[in-house]
């Protein structure tokens, strides 16, 4: 089972609102990652988390504030967004970089996120 | 830095027809190579990859790819395509041993005429 799972999948908060985006894997896999697609272009990297501990910040604005509470699960708590933010939130894992056996990240459906 | 060029943003085929989407890389060694499909909407599709070994890959739905270092190249291969085949195709390179860290090509975006 390859599967990563995302909810919700569509999420319209204003620009004062608090609100979160789930994230969850059940593969074993110890590297988790959200990236931000706009309409038409490829994924950007934002954060990555390896075994729970954030590894890689692609200077993110801090009202995204990323959460790895377990192995299977990644969060990303939204605040005071920006109507630029507006975009799909895709969620990605893979085997830990340790493990050589397998580098291939497996993505979520992801959250259509409008903010308005 | 690695970079990953697509020349492709946007190919049209006809059904039952063949596919080819180039995919060049820039980078000091060989990394490692992917291509994924995102049908709109949706998140991306793991279609094949390439570490090492044999240069011919075989992946996903009949999709193959050949990777040929004399030319920094990656390209992706259907000898038939179908009309479930229309959607946006990225190519994406990872440092060997830290590929956590994608590069991904701009994505060709894939019509299928009946």
């Known amino acids: 089972d390859t599967e990563v799972t995302q909810t919700p999948k569509h999420l319209v908060m204003g620009m004062t609102n608090k609100k979160s985006l789930k994230c969850e894997q059940h593969m074993g896999h110890r590297a988790m990652y959200w990236y931000k697609q706009k309409a038409k272009k490829p994924p950007e990297l934002m954060f990555v988390y390896s075994y729970e501990k954030l590894s890689i910040n692609e200077s993110v604005p801090s009202r995204f504030s990323p959460e790895c509470p377990n192995s299977s699960l990644l969060n990303l708590h939204l605040h005071a967004l920006q109507p630029e933010d507006s975009a799909l939130y895709l969620c990605?894992?893979?085997?830990?970089?340790?493990?050589?056996?397998?580098?291939?990240?497996?993505f979520g459906p992801g959250t259509r996120l409008t903010v308005t | 830095a690695q970079s990953v060029t697509q020349p492709d943003i946007h190919i049209t085929v006809s059904e039952g027809a063949s596919l080819e989407l180039r995919c060049n890389y820039s980078?000091?060694?060989?990394?490692?190579l992917f291509w994924y499909v995102q049908s709109p909407g949706q998140g991306l599709q793991l279609l094949l990859k390439?570490?090492?070994?044999?240069?011919l890959v075989q992946g996903i739905k009949g999709f193959e790819a050949e990777f040929k270092r004399s030319q920094s190249s990656f390209n992706l291969r259907k000898p038939s395509v179908h009309w479930s085949d229309a959607a946006e195709y990225f190519c994406?390179?990872?440092?060997?041993?830290?590929?956590?860290?994608?590069?991904f090509g701009a994505g060709t975006t894939v019509t299928v005429r009946a």
């Open positions: 390439y570490f090492s070994g044999d240069t």
């Open positions: 990605a894992s893979s085997q830990s970089p340790k493990d050589r056996t397998s580098y291939e990240q497996y």
């Open positions: 994406a390179v990872g440092p060997p041993l830290r590929v956590n860290k994608l590069s």
């Open positions: 980078y000091g060694a060989t990394p490692y």
